[in-house]
């Protein structure tokens, strides 16, 4: 029996110099309904152009919480960088909580801001409340500027402290 195959029309790709299962790992371990699909592995084809040993892992697909990646074991010629982040959508305290200290293991912790976390792969997260979104919504202008510089002052975000800067009860508890 074949494996399957993943058809969604877009898969963030991930580039890692030698970590792409062990990152895989990681990520599956954290996310519920997450998975390692298909391992691919490196070849004697194409050793002058990538270097990798025959056998070495080439790709893991793996899917976190119902979304399909790829991670790709490609060397040491790109690194990544806060251009691209993933954000984790918290409906509580707890949850934020949970996947902030999950994510940020081994992470760069001079890199924790406004939400914003690296973990030890140097891939950037967004760990955030849903309710900031509905939040950065409103028309009154000093409820938003209360926010945003609740926020701003903020590592890891505490919804507490948001909502007392918002002044109202907002979506999801």
């Given at each position: ?7 969604q029309r ?5 580039w ?5 299962e ?13 998975s ?5 592995h490196?070849?004697?084809?194409g ?5 990798m ?5 080439l ?16 060397g040491p010629?790109?690194?990544f ?60 202008k000093e409820r ?7 926020i ?22």
């Amino acid at each position: 029996m074949a494996n399957k195959i993943i058809t969604q029309r877009i898969s963030p790709h991930l580039w890692f110099e030698n970590q792409a299962e062990e990152a895989a790992r990681f990520y599956t371990a954290i996310f519920k309904n997450s998975s390692i699909g298909n391992i691919t592995h490196y070849t004697e084809a194409g050793h002058d152009i990538h270097g990798m040993p025959a056998g070495a892992v080439l790709t893991v697909d793996f899917t976190l919480d119902g979304q399909h990646f790829i991670a790709l074991n490609g060397g040491p010629y790109f690194k990544f960088n806060e251009a691209v982040s993933f954000m984790v959508n918290c409906e509580s305290q707890e949850e934020i909580d949970y996947y902030w200290e999950k994510l940020r293991a081994g992470g760069d912790p001079k890199a924790d801001q406004c939400g914003w976390l690296k973990d030890k792969f140097g891939l950037s997260w967004q760990v955030a409340p849903v309710q900031v979104s509905e939040m950065l919504m409103d028309k009154d202008k000093e409820r938003l500027s209360r926010v945003m510089n609740a926020i701003f002052k903020m590592k890891k975000l505490d919804l507490k402290a948001i909502e007392e800067a918002y002044g109202a009860p907002v979506g999801v508890k």
